[in-house]
């Protein structure tokens, strides 16, 4: 047998094997997906547009708090973690993740009480509408932060289930259950309890997931004593704390400035679109959840032209389930928004145009996760920094000229615009090309699968 046979014989296993493990993400992905989606639809039908959208306030900032909660450690996990393994450096391993818990545990109360005292001192000074809601709410950032470390710590120790079955299945089937028993022993649903509704179900979730993950870690790994290499985690930790964060600011500032701008009915009205739009995007993040150590691994051993043939297959693969998908909603835009109940169809522009924004996403391919698992990330980070000033810069002037119209134009400028510059440092530094026309047109692609 030729080494040529040979190379293209472990080539279409690893495209099987991969095919195989999206699959399985697909369906955990899918059924989360539509779990949230069915759980924000009954949110916003039991607590009317202004509660609804007091709640979605909070939880945006949740999230966005969150990630300096983080300090980058869970991708710093996801990144390091295997490779202890590799190494059998069992010592270190077993430092990397208790360590980094403690680290982000005792991060996330320190900024939970910068942030009380913050909101306490606006009110002081400035009463308004959401001040008690956020201090409720601030539990949750903790909550985020741990589910999403625990999340990322569980996919490095190659357990999809466990990492994703406890935030994106259980939290909301618990949540539902939980607002849907409120409604039946009270006649009204407000956002106050159902944030502690919420916050009362993360912690269920994250007790049970670390409990899974503790039993894990010593089961599968060997005991060693703990080496705590905290110096070398946050030199890692710092440059992808930045990009998390700019991330962060990508996806949640237009709701959060609406809700300030405008007010929490806009903002509810507004989620609404953001969610449904959700799901133009979701093929492309479970195909990038389960590509990226396979692009790691091929960038590392220097087969570029094994690796352009993977980075074309997953295009294949997240395009054409996004076409179907943006047809589907923008065929019927308002009666999946009548949905949420009356009065948000008046999101049908501000969704349609979020829908294309997330239709360049798939049309520029698995760019961002490409720069960052081929260790380019610190290319890549001016890119996202610039992307979320110019989303700031936008949303702060066109929210006020075209209401919820004018953040949905700027997240989707600023997406094209971040998508198109992250590709072309991918076939800069990288060296393949990601982009579906790359993809449907190149003739050297025709052995893709």
């Not at 039991?46 to 007091?54: L, N, S, V």
């Not at 959840?289 to 396979?294: E, I, L, Q, R, S």
Request: glycine share 6%; proline share 4%; charged share 10%.
């Amino acid at each position: 047998m030729t080494n040529l046979s040979v190379s293209q014989r472990s080539g279409s296993i690893q495209l099987a094997e991969l095919a195989k493990d999206t699959i399985v993400a697909l369906i955990i992905q899918v059924t989360g997906l539509v779990l949230i989606y069915l759980l924000q639809i009954f949110l916003a039908q039991w607590m009317g547009r202004t509660e609804y959208g007091i709640y979605e306030y909070v939880m945006s900032w949740s999230l966005l708090l969150a990630v300096p909660a983080e300090l980058g450690l869970p991708t710093t996990v996801l990144r390091l973690l295997p490779e202890y393994r590799v190494k059998q450096e069992w010592g270190r391993l077993q430092g990397l993740v208790r360590g980094c818990w403690l680290l982000v545990f005792s991060n996330s109360l320190l900024l939970i009480i910068c942030a009380t005292g913050t909101i306490l001192v606006i009110n002081y000074y400035h009463s308004f509408v959401y001040a008690t809601p956020l201090l409720l709410g601030m539990g949750l950032v903790l909550l985020q932060s741990l589910a999403r470390f625990q999340q990322e710590t569980g996919r490095a120790m190659e357990d999809i289930l466990v990492a994703f079955i406890p935030s994106q299945i259980i939290w909301p089937v618990l949540v539902l259950a939980g607002g849907f028993v409120f409604m039946q022993t009270q006649d009204d649903l407000t956002s106050i309890p159902m944030i502690a509704i919420a916050s009362g179900m993360f912690i269920v979730i994250v007790v049970v997931q670390l409990y899974l993950l503790w039993k894990k870690l010593h089961s599968n790994f060997e005991a060693a004593t703990p080496v705590y290499a905290y110096r070398e985690w946050l030199n890692i930790a710092v440059i992808l704390l930045i990009q998390q964060a700019s991330f962060g600011i990508l996806s949640q500032t237009d709701t959060v400035m609406i809700g300030s701008f405008i007010g929490p009915e806009a903002a509810g009205i507004y989620n609404a679109a953001v969610k449904t739009a959700a799901w133009t995007s979701f093929v492309l993040q479970i195909v990038n959840m389960v590509a990226a150590p396979v692009f790691t691994t091929l960038y590392t051993k220097g087969d570029i032209p094994e690796l352009q043939k993977v980075v074309s297959c997953v295009t294949n693969w997240i395009f054409w389930p996004t076409v179907a998908m943006t047809l589907l909603l923008m065929t019927f835009t308002q009666p999946i928004l009548n949905l949420f109940g009356a009065g948000f169809v008046e999101a049908s522009l501000s969704l349609k145009i979020l829908i294309m924004g997330q239709m360049v996403n798939a049309l520029c391919g698995s760019v961002g996760i490409l720069m960052i698992m081929t260790g380019h990330q610190n290319k890549s980070l001016p890119v996202i920094v610039a992307s979320a000033l110019l989303n700031i810069v936008l949303n702060a002037i066109l929210i006020p000229i075209f209401n919820i119209t004018g953040a949905a134009i700027a997240t989707s400028f600023t997406m094209i615009v971040w998508n198109i510059w992250l590709g072309a440092l991918v076939v800069k530094y990288v060296g393949v090309r990601p982009s579906v026309f790359y993809t449907l047109f190149a003739r050297e692609n025709e052995s893709i699968t």
